[in-house]
Nanobody, 120 residues
């Protein structure tokens, strides 16, 4: 059993910052990658940022230079630092992790999501 728990969402004014956290817990042998997705009202879910086990990162073009993904391996936690937020960043942000369990089974796991609203 693996669980992902996100935190850090909320209401912020345009130009402001937020930091999202996602902690993985449970029967974890290793984490291959962790990432953040978002889904805005009426839109499809999109990958925002991802970080691999080796620390390689990738971002959707719309957040490059504004968002930074990082991780703490000891805590099985991934962070998303979001700066210079824009109204179009408003969405439910969900954490995803590709995890190998103690049973050596690889699977994709999701958090429940955290709402980010960028508005004045």
């Amino acid at each position: 059993q693996v669980q992902l728990v996100e935190s850090g969402g909320g209401l912020v004014q345009p130009g402001g910052s937020l930091r999202l956290s996602c902690a993985a817990s449970g029967s974890i042998f290793s984490i291959d990658a962790m990432g953040w997705y978002r889904q805005a009202p009426g839109k499809q879910r999109e990958l925002v940022a991802i970080i691999t086990k080796g620390g390689i990162t990738n971002y959707v073009d719309s957040v490059k230079g504004r968002f930074t993904i990082s991780k703490d391996n000891a805590k099985n936690t991934v962070y998303l630092q979001m700066n210079s937020l824009k109204p179009e960043d408003t969405a439910v942000y969900s954490c995803n992790a590709r995890i190998v369990t103690m049973s050596r089974v690889l699977g994709d796991y999701w958090g429940k999501g955290t709402l980010v609203i960028v508005s004045s």
